[in-house]
T-cell receptor, first 110, second 114 residues
Framework: GENVEQHPSTLSVQEGDSAVIKCTYS??????FPWYKQELGKRPQLIID?????GEKKDQRIAVTLNKTAKHFSLHITETQPEDSAVYFC?????????FGAGTRLFVKA | SQTIHQWPATLVQPVGSPLSLECTVE??????LYWYRQAAGRGLQLLFY??????ISSEVPQNLSASRPQDRQFILSSKKLLLSDSGFYLC?????????????FGSGTRLTVV
């Protein structure tokens, strides 16, 4: 079955700097890659996603890139703000099932 | 608009007691439904998913079970809870079709087994 590895597990950046979270997946048939943000004690919320026929997608300060050949995908957050502090999960989906990475705890220091 | 309701929000149960968590979705038909568990400080583990009434797929062998008695209702149950069942349980739904879709999660149930 699908396996998703996520790195780093913890990331600390200064406000205004960029943050990058990287994931790899094992099943080359996976075709949808969502990213979720989970604030402390709350539910995960979808923040951006990318399909396998696209290499890059951007939404304001966040962007995702996908390298299908290497089975890598990444989340980039620019101009980080304290409210970006949360746990971020990458995931890989094939039709019905979504498998999540273990999460990255991002701290943005003011 | 679509909404997902999950209850209770918090639950403290003794070892060996039964469990029933309920999730309902409004504003959509034929959703895919999911139960995930999140241990403290950990990732999201897929427990069950369902593509229709009475259709349940299990991902992890354990003492939990799931049922879908109605199109927009998903129930997670156990006959006898273990200490290791403690965690944050999240119900989610997604649209159905040829493509995969992102999830909308319920607000979660924090279960502590004592």
């Amino acid at each position: 079955g699908e396996n998703v590895e996520q790195h780093p597990s913890t990331l600390s950046v200064q406000e205004g700097d960029s943050a990058v979270i990287k994931c790899t997946y094992s099943d080359s048939a996976s075709n949808y890659f969502p990213w979720y943000k989970q604030e402390l004690g709350k539910r995960p919320q979808l923040i951006i996603d990318i399909r396998s026929n696209v290499g890059e997608k951007k939404d304001q300060r966040i962007a995702v890139t996908l390298n299908k050949t290497a089975k890598h995908f990444s989340l980039h957050i620019t101009e980080t703000q304290p409210e970006d502090s949360a746990v971020y999960f990458c995931a890989a989906s094939l039709q019905i099932k979504t498998i999540f990475g273990a999460g990255t705890r991002l701290f943005v220091k003011a | 608009s679509q909404t997902i309701h999950q209850w209770p929000a918090t639950l403290v149960q003794p070892v060996g007691s039964p469990l029933s968590l309920e999730c309902t979705v409004e504003g959509t038909s034929n959703p895919n439904l999911y139960w995930y568990r999140q241990a403290a400080g950990r990732g999201l583990q897929l427990l069950f998913y369902s593509v229709g009434i009475g259709q349940i797929s299990s991902e992890v062998p354990q003492n939990l079970s799931a049922s879908r008695p109605q199109d927009r209702q998903f129930i997670l149950s156990s006959k006898k809870l273990l200490l290791s069942d403690s965690g944050f349980y999240l119900c989610a739904w997604s649209g159905r079709g040829g493509l995969s879709y992102g999830y909308t999660f319920g607000s979660g149930t924090r279960l502590t087994v004592v």
